[in-house]
Antibody
Framework: DVQLVESGGGLVQPGGSLRLSCAAS????????MTWFRQAPGKGLEWVAN????????NLVDSVKGRFTISRDNAKNSLYLQMDSLRVEDTAVYFC???????????????????WGQGTMVTVSS | AIQMTQSPSSLSASVGDRVTITCRAS??????LGWYQQKPGKAPKFLIY???SLHSGVPSRFSGSGSGTDFTLTISSLQPEDFATYYC?????????FGQGTKVEI
């Protein structure tokens, strides 16, 4: 089965660092943009960052720019999120997701997140 | 960033009810909108893309409509497994942004 499995979450003090990983299997990983989302406890979903299949393009939400780095290793079918200078407000479950193109009848394509990992919890607290 | 406003934030319904959730974008996003379902403790599940196209395997009781700034998700006859939180997500521009979610409960 196509699957994504996150790891690397945990408890860290404010100002600390963590590196999240997302292991992909059963699809051609290098062909897909990949995305990180997060969800603070009891809150809604937030898009965090994405990266193109070959790693040549990246986008990040403003609140993490300069602190988080998204990367990938296609040889290992893995996605990463390096999180530095962590803040209390970064506390959340972090999900990785596959970003696929879906086409409508006009041949117009849309980004859709059709495969998600189970999430990994990051807690930033002193 | 484009702001997505969902309403209502929660609703109570019964099995068999018709349920409609709305999502409004702060600027026009054509039909670059998806809908996702999330159950407690689980990852979101992809339902609809392009505002109205149903993802493979999603029951036909789900439908989406709209373009520009106003969108709706309709569940024609609510089933027990549909009690969940629903989110709209715009993929028109970066950063991608979600609505705040609509919790559908009994």
């Amino acid at each position: 089965d196509v699957q994504l499995v996150e790891s690397g979450g945990g408890l860290v003090q404010p100002g600390g660092s963590l590196r999240l990983s997302c292991a992909a299997s059963e699809f051609t990983f290098s062909s897909y943009w990949m995305t990180w989302f997060r969800q603070a406890p009891g809150k809604g979903l937030e898009w965090v960052a994405n990266i193109k299949g070959d790693g040549s393009k990246k986008n990040l939400v403003d609140s993490v720019k300069g602190r988080f780095t998204i990367s990938r290793d296609n040889a290992k079918n893995s996605l990463y999120l390096q999180m530095d200078s962590l803040r209390v407000e970064d506390t959340a479950v972090y999900f990785c997701a596959r970003d696929a193109n879906y086409y409508d009848s006009r041949d117009y394509y849309y980004d859709a997140f059709d495969m998600w990992g189970q999430g990994t919890m990051v807690t930033v607290s002193s | 960033a484009i702001q997505m406003t969902q309403s209502p934030s929660s609703l109570s319904a019964s099995v068999g009810d018709r349920v409609t959730i709305t999502c409004r974008a702060s600027q026009g996003i054509r039909t670059d909108l998806g809908w996702y379902q999330q159950k407690p403790g689980k990852a979101p599940k992809f339902l609809i893309y392009g505002a109205s196209s149903l993802h493979s395997g999603v029951p036909s009781r789900f439908s989406g409509s709209g373009s520009g700034t106003d969108f709706t998700l309709t569940i024609s006859s609510l089933q027990p497994e549909d009690f969940a939180t629903y989110y709209c997500l715009q993929d028109y521009s970066y950063p991608r942004t979600f609505g705040q979610g609509t919790k559908v409960e009994i």
